[in-house]
């Protein structure tokens, strides 16, 4: 986002950008606009990627679930170079496929995941 008056929602591997309205801004906690008194709004705009800012302390538990998938590569990038360490739920269903690439790539995904500390 390029405000705390923006946001994306991903739906079926494509993120949706949205805005609130005026003079409301995004609040990530509860997944809503707020009013700005109910907003931590501090983001950098390095590298076109919005960061919260989270005091010292504070922890933000994240998951991503039904992979590996052809999405999954992008993830770990983002969160290796962030230093990061997320949980993947594992589907099953994505190391059974026709394609031999396909099956190749989502099992390199699900040993980067370990061998970079994910859970």
Same mark, same amino acid.
């Given at each position: 986002?390029?405000?705390?008056?923006?946001?994306?929602?991903?739906?079926?591997?494509?993120?949706?950008?949205?805005?609130?309205?005026?003079?409301?801004?995004?609040?990530?906690?509860?997944?809503?606009?707020?009013?700005?008194? +109910?907003?931590?709004?501090?983001?950098?705009?390095?590298?076109?990627?919005?960061?919260?800012?989270?005091?010292?302390?504070?922890?933000?538990?994240?998951?991503?679930?039904?992979?590996?998938?052809?999405?999954?590569?992008?993830?770990?990038?983002?969160?290796?170079?962030?230093?990061?360490?997320?949980?993947?739920?594992? +589907?099953?269903?994505?190391?059974? +496929?026709?394609?031999?690439?396909?099956?190749?790539?989502?099992?390199?995904?699900?040993?980067?995941?370990?061998?970079?500390?994910?859970?």
């Amino acid at each position: 986002p390029e405000s705390c008056a923006s946001y994306y929602h991903c739906a079926n591997g494509r993120a949706f950008g949205g805005s609130c309205p005026p003079g409301l801004l995004w609040n990530g906690l509860n997944d809503e606009c707020d009013f700005p008194e +109910n907003v931590n709004c501090e983001v950098s705009l390095g590298i076109g990627v919005a960061r919260m800012k989270v005091p010292t302390g504070t922890y933000i538990y994240m998951t991503f679930d039904d992979g590996p998938n052809e999405g999954t590569p992008y993830v770990l990038d983002a969160l290796k170079e962030i230093g990061v360490r997320a949980t993947f739920f594992i +589907n099953s269903d994505n190391l059974h +496929n026709d394609s031999p690439q396909t099956v190749a790539m989502n099992k390199e995904s699900l040993v980067r995941m370990v061998s970079e500390g994910h859970v």
